[in-house]
């Protein structure tokens, strides 16, 4: 992605950032609250109109595309809170992931909390739960790229390890790529291949996690020690 | 006894109309935001539709087939014509739109048909009587109340049995993330109004096999008591619309026949009231949930 601009109205979310995530990595995208992360992946997917630069996805310009254009080209986003469909069962949440039916099976016995639940409403689930679930529903399309916005958000903490150890696992097993936006910045840095760290809606540094460590990027612009 | 038995059968009969035009409303309404007030101009084309097929002699089978579908077809020409282009504009927009729509049709019936109402030649049978017991009952008003019935079953198994329908349920929840799923929303959204479409078609044949007659503003005091059952019933909520819809029917049957003579011209104002006490009990309708198509 290249020079991508987005805004709310008269606000600008997304300043001229540029970004890659390459086959099989997964790339971390930090910030406080209001930096502009979600904003990102909603201009991706084509939920927050690009007002200007490029998204470019498997060679194709996927840049003004609707969204479910660009979510059928092999791009799927889990979004912040899981914004599951709560009445609809946990079994209707995940055909309207798409997928057939190997895929559904294959996801339901690394998810075998859902298999128990197919026919009960999402609502009902646990946190934990829920988000297995956002996830499972991203990845019955079989993407190549998943935006996972703040997936422990909101999760204990015990639940938080399991998601980040997920997140590990899905690239290998799923063979897919991660953007991952995340408040929680030790653990995002401890699983990525690399991080953009963005402010302003505008990126500010950018590296390895080592590399952003090295240069005191969790004190300059996360806050954290 | 016996009025009360007749009540309860005018009132199944009315309520069926109201539930059926509140369905149609209340699935465009949980999918769009939007209250359809060309919904009834939408019903008004059914009555055309059957009075003109009527008066060319098409058999009655065949005028129960097409009414809906017209209608049905009508209500996606009306999406693509006057609310898909204004995808994403505001509620307000989109309800001004509404109006514009209902009253260019009027206008339409008016210029291209009549101001005055038409009869519609309905078939002889719509007068039968069937006898249970010592009552006679018309046989029409049967047929509404079981026609009611097994559409809203029909439409309940096409909600939660397609594929589709499972996507304007989750329309109704999250419109945004429903796109994320890689689904078409135009296509759901068009869908819906078929569906509205359909079922005013429905109500508009059972409410003209009745009254037997059409004219450019039939559907406007019908549609505004379906937005009352819509409201009453609780905004999203399909079972919600059907009951307000039957209890609306019944109040108004209710104080037609018990008001005294000089009062029955207010029944209206009296059916009002209720509902104004029903939602000062419960501002959320009778089975209004925060969120979501149940």
Same mark, same amino acid.
């Given at each position: 992605m290249r020079g991508l601009e987005a805004r709310? @109205?008269?606000?600008?979310?997304?300043? @001229?950032?540029d970004l890659d995530v390459c086959r099989g990595e997964i790339v971390a995208l930090l910030g406080a609250n209001g930096a502009g992360k979600t904003s990102t992946l909603q201009a991706i997917v084509g939920l927050l109109p690009a007002r200007r630069g490029l998204v470019e996805f498997a060679g194709e310009d996927v840049s003004g595309l609707p969204a479910e254009k660009i979510v059928r080209r092999g791009i799927a986003l889990t979004p912040e809170g899981r914004r599951l469909f709560a009445t609809l069962t946990v079994a209707e949440n995940l055909a309207l992931g798409g997928g057939d039916e190997a895929t559904r099976e294959r996801l339901l016995e690394r998810f075998p909390v859902l298999r128990e639940r197919l026919d009960q409403p999402a609502g009902s689930l646990s946190g934990g739960e829920q988000q297995q679930l956002a996830i499972a529903r991203s990845l019955m399309s079989r993407p190549m790229l998943l935006?996972?916005?703040?997936?422990?958000l909101g999760l204990a903490p015990k639940l938080i390890a399991s998601v980040f150890d997920l997140i590990a696992r899905l690239r290998e097993e799923e063979r897919v790529s991660i953007l991952l936006v995340e408040q929680n910045v030790h653990r995002a840095l401890d699983v990525c291949d690399r991080a953009y760290v963005m402010r302003t809606g505008s990126v500010e540094a950018q590296g390895t996690p080592e590399e952003l460590r090295g240069a005191g990027v969790e004190r300059a612009y996360l806050g954290v020690a | 006894m016996h009025e009360l038995v007749q009540n309860v059968i005018n009132g199944l009969s009315l309520g069926?109309?109201?539930?059926?035009?509140?369905l149609g409303l209340a699935l465009v309404f949980s999918i769009m935001g939007l209250i359809n007030f060309a919904h009834?101009?939408?019903?008004?084309?059914?009555?055309?539709?059957?009075?003109?097929l009527f008066d060319r002699g098409v058999p009655w089978p065949l005028v129960v087939v097409l009414t809906p579908l017209v209608c049905g077809v009508a209500a996606m020409l009306m999406e693509r014509a006057a609310?898909?282009?204004?995808?994403g504009a505001t509620l307000v927009t989109l309800l001004i739109t509404s109006f514009a729509v209902s009253y260019f049709l009027q206008t339409v019936f008016q210029i291209g048909i009549s101001a005055a109402p038409e009869g519609i030649e309905l078939p002889g049978w719509v007068n039968d009587t069937v006898h249970v017991g010592s009552y006679t009952i018309a046989s029409v008003k049967l047929v509404t109340t079981a026609v009611t019935l097994v559409a809203l079953v029909a439409l309940t198994l096409f909600l939660r049995r397609t594929r589709l329908g499972v996507s304007m349920r989750a329309a109704a929840e999250d419109f945004e993330v429903l796109r994320l799923m890689?689904?078409?929303?135009?296509r759901v959204v068009l869908f819906a109004f078929a569906v509205s479409g359909v079922l005013a078609g429905l109500a508009a044949l059972l409410f003209f096999a009745t009254t037997a007659a059409v004219d450019p503003t039939t559907g406007t005091p019908l549609v505004i008591n379906a937005f009352i059952a819509v409201i009453l019933g609780g905004l999203g909520s399909l079972p919600g619309a059907v009951?307000?819809?039957?209890?609306?029917?019944?109040?108004?049957?209710?104080?037609?026949s018990r008001l005294p003579g000089s009062a029955t011209a207010f029944s209206n104002a009296f059916v009002l009231l209720v509902i104004i006490g029903l939602l000062l009990v419960r501002p959320q309708g009778l089975l209004g949930r925060?969120?979501?198509?149940?």
């Open positions: 709310y @109205g008269p606000i600008a979310a997304v300043r @001229g950032v935006l996972l916005d703040e997936p422990t | 069926s109309t109201y539930a059926l035009l509140a009834g101009e939408l019903f008004t084309i059914g009555g055309y539709t059957m009075w003109w609310f898909r282009p204004l995808r890689g689904v078409n929303a135009n009951v307000a819809g039957f209890v609306l029917g019944f109040a108004e049957v209710l104080f037609e925060p969120a979501g198509l149940t």
